[in-house]
């Protein structure tokens, strides 16, 4: 790593400056198929205040103890409104600051010491569930929820099995490959069976659950849902919990402003400004990303990936899974991003790894559903056949396209 303490104040201003820049240059030069980048609108990025300096996430809006404004307590709560409209829910929080926070926020409103807490094992299940994360600082008992990793479902028969011996209190669904929707209403009757409560992270399918294709858990039988509001959402960094429980409602929102103080107020407004463009768009929006999602899954099958999921769709979200052979998952993201393409793995074993390609960039560029054969093609050049500079010189050809310079389903 290079060194910068002998720089001037000036001289490293100039850094941070010019890092910016490169930054910006370097995603403008980029197709992203991966299912962390959003992108915000020309609206939403003109929200960002940094001059709101965190407030206080004690009490509620209008009655908090320490000063605040009449003026955020409106966007704040216009943020929530939104939200209940959006996620069919009766009651929202926004205090927590990313998936990982809500996470820690239910754990610790939701559980207490020796509970059981099911969720889906490494590296499918995020950390923030399970004991390599928050959970080692905290006296619970983690248990995986047993999975095929072959169809990526939940076997649910060990599943029941396991629930009615060790008795969890809480179930944590949600996955690094959420391409298929849980059994929800059998994993709810299971739940009832043993007195748990059903939370999903749907970080990466937040922003497709006000479409009319896409699958909303708390209307199947979950409790909760959670995540954060920077992938599909295309919002900010924040957490977003939504349940219909006034009961979980209360205890969530008591314990989020113990544990977390300052809730960097200044990313409230464009959290609301997102909301507002899913309220606007998301019908087309959501529809459009998974009908690309499908189309690209297809079109990676024919070009000869072996793509999860080939028989019933590919997907029900808009990430699609590849199953790649080697030891070296780095390595296809480095090939990707030489050939100028952004995309993530999942490791499944020694010598097997998921290829994880999202259509949540392409569609805000533009793309549509006969389109993705050209980036399955893009795919194809710099992973199977090695064609590096060929597979560059199409996403330029994609990148350069008017179309592609325009934040769609978004406001100006």
Known sequence: MEEFSNGSSRQLTQLISDSLDEIKQWRSQKLSLDGGFGMNSPATGRTHRDWIYSLSADFYPGERVH?????????????LDLAKELYHCSYADVHTLSSGSASMVLICSLTADGDAIMSLPAPLGHKSM?????????????LDIPIDTDSLTIKMDEFRETALRERPRLIMLGSALYIFNEPFEEIRRIADEVGALVCVDV???????????????????????????????CGPNKGLICTNSREVYQAVHDNSTNLIFNYNAFLIPPLAQALIELREFGEDYGCQM????????????????????????????????AKMKGSQPREAVKRLDMANVLCSTVPLSEDRFFLRPATLIPTKIGLKEQDMPAVAEILTDALLRDRIPQAAAKVKEILDRPESKKVHFAMD
């Open 67 to 79: 000063p605040t404004c009449p003026a955020f307590d409106r966007i704040e709560l216009l943020c």
């Open 130 to 142: 399970r004991t390599d994360g928050f959970g080692q600082f905290i006296q619970r008992r983690y």
């Open 203 to 233: 970080s990466h399918t937040y922003g497709l659950l006000p479409c009319s294709m896409a699958v909303n858990p708390l209307d199947h039988g979950a409790d909760i849902i959670a995540g954060s509001t920077y992938k599909t959402v």
């Open 290 to 321: 998974m009908k690309n999602a499908k189309a690209l899954g297809a079109a990676m099958e024919k070009e000869g990936f072996h793509m999860m999921g080939r028989d019933v769709g590919y997907t029900d979200t808009h990430l699609l899974a």
